[in-house]
DNA sequence: GATGAATGAGCGTTCATTCAT
DNA sequence: CATGAATGAACGCTCATTCAT
């Protein structure tokens, strides 16, 4: 009931659950996420000592992967629109290249399994995207506004078109450029660029 | 010629099921509603066929209720700013002051339980706000996007916003003059005001 | 919930019970039944104190009715066996023009609310019948074996016999003259007529 | 490489099923059977997939080995009448002997739980006896009645004569010898034996 | 008397978790 | 360690019966 080795077999049940969760939501059998991991129905408890400790480490390793993404080859310096142009392009994508993920994670988000002690965790994964945000809201209309607010914003914004685009993936690049615009005129007001 | 069924119980019932889901989530017993409402256990099915039909019509009223406290008192001409500003200060107040509801929506809203029709119900309910809301893009950066977009976001600003400021109940009317202002850069771009 | 006067309804909840019995059963909610006689819910208590009441009382009912379908133009002497197929055409002819009665009479029979007494009721009701039986196997083959026996086969055969003639209606006729001939044989042995 | 699914358990429950059937009907709780054989709740469940499985299993079992114990020793060849004497002993004496498993039947044979499948298949364990009944006809007074009826009259008075077997043990054996006349008259007819 | 709303015990089934193999 | 059988608490819903109108 530790940390038993097969990493391989841990991955494979987070993954299923992400699938799982994503098509049946949270109220999925256990059972039906270890079948989909190709691991016995007792198995799953070797890994996670509980259903609600599966949720918070797949929680944790989503939002982590997602906040991978979105800085993954972000240039260290350089014009803080370009910048954050990149980190929004590569968050985006990752969603809709991800929808059972990104559908999971929207469960976990509003679970109440969930703890506070996971969403603090998750934090520090944003640390690149909050320290980005500070330097463009520099001299905007939210630079007086607590950080942690302008994070909450932007992140709704993003799920809100991350939705969108996955409803409508024709439109999925429009809505993006679109959002980003918003976004910008958000933290950093009515600026040219 | 029998007691005639009671709208003050299915109020209660309705009442009981919000506060219930926003302490428990959906999966609460609908044993404990029933019980929270004063109602026996079986009462419940009498006025609701089913614990899915009990959602779906929660969310409905909730949904209609805030919509109705958003636009109350909305003057029907002037100012387009002053006009949205009134609707977005009842709208949030109605969540701040109402937040078990707001919970129990938030929940109704990802719900899967909750069918399409109960959602198409619904849009009408936010009728006033698409319109004030179309008026107040005329001419800015969204003017050609999706309107049905330009409220998702809008929407989700809102309940970020709402979180915020059922968090840190101190700074609400702060959170909801900077998220006004940031709406506002959203819809109408940078305009003098 | 004593015996209130409307016999008309009372038999509406009869025949209703009859039928509702016939197609879902004895397990079919007693609401049915007052639904199909076009009597509320609670009316039906006050006609009958329970659930098993009604049933009894059904049994009764219908075990009557069939027995006095039976004998109903019965020869008061004559040939014995002529007077036998009489009362057997009669018996099964009812069972055929009734099916639904005999269904529900098929589980009654074995239900085991129905009470003991119930059954010692019903055997008066077959008095002529076990007379005329009593008759017909003087000097034969099981005249000195308990007439209620003599009665349990006779009416197996019938019972198996209606089954039959309901299954394939038409070879109806066929079926109940060679079962006539059976119970004769069974009765009377192998004496010429 | 867990503990294999165990054969004994479910003939247990199986068992037990005969039992509380047999004494508190086809309503008896599952529970109430879980708890007779030993076994837990949700055990039943995991050997049968639902009551009505449970039901057919059981009924398709019991039929199965009164078919068995009728024949068991049945000489292959030799005179008719007592090659059914034989098999109507066995099988009336396996009723006997096992009241509640009959009783349980009994109600079985009735229940529309009990598919038309589950019947269908249990055709097959009266061969045999079908076999031999239409030796016996042969030149008899049904030698032209479909053979079905004759199993079903067959069975009427065999039913009859457990009955009243288990009602009055002490004349078990004269009811079953002037029982097994009365069925040879009715397929054999007034011939010499 | 008649109605039908109200009650609450009860049931079939599920599923997280444990444990024998 | 892995497996899957075993467990039993829990839940949604039904329905006989009672009772306010």
């Not at 014009?79 to 469960?107: C, F, G, I, Y």
Request: aromatic share 6%.
């Amino acid at each position: 009931m530790a940390r038993p080795r097969s990493e391989t077999r841990r991955a494979a049940i987070l993954t299923a659950a992400a699938s799982v969760i994503a098509t049946e939501g949270l109220t999925a059998p256990t059972a039906a996420i270890a079948k989909q991991a190709g691991v016995s129905n007792g198995s799953l408890f070797l890994y996670f000592d509980t259903k609600t400790t599966l949720f918070n480490e797949l929680y944790v390793a989503l939002k982590t992967e997602m906040g991978e993404a979105a800085v993954e080859g972000l240039p260290e310096t350089g014009d803080a629109r370009k910048r954050l142009r990149h980190l929004w392009t590569r968050w985006l994508r990752w969603a809709t290249s991800n929808p059972e993920k990104r559908r999971a994670l929207a469960q976990l988000e509003v679970a109440d399994e969930v703890t506070a002690e996971s969403h603090r965790l998750v934090r520090d994964t944003q640390r690149d995207m909050a320290e980005l945000l500070e330097t463009c809201r520099e001299g905007g209309p939210v630079q007086d506004v607590p950080l942690s607010f302008v994070l909450i914003l932007t992140g709704a914004i993003a799920d809100a078109t991350m939705d969108a685009m996955i409803r409508e993936p024709g439109n999925a690049d429009s809505h993006s450029a679109t959002a980003f615009e918003a976004v910008w005129r958000v933290i950093a007001g009515p600026t040219a660029h």
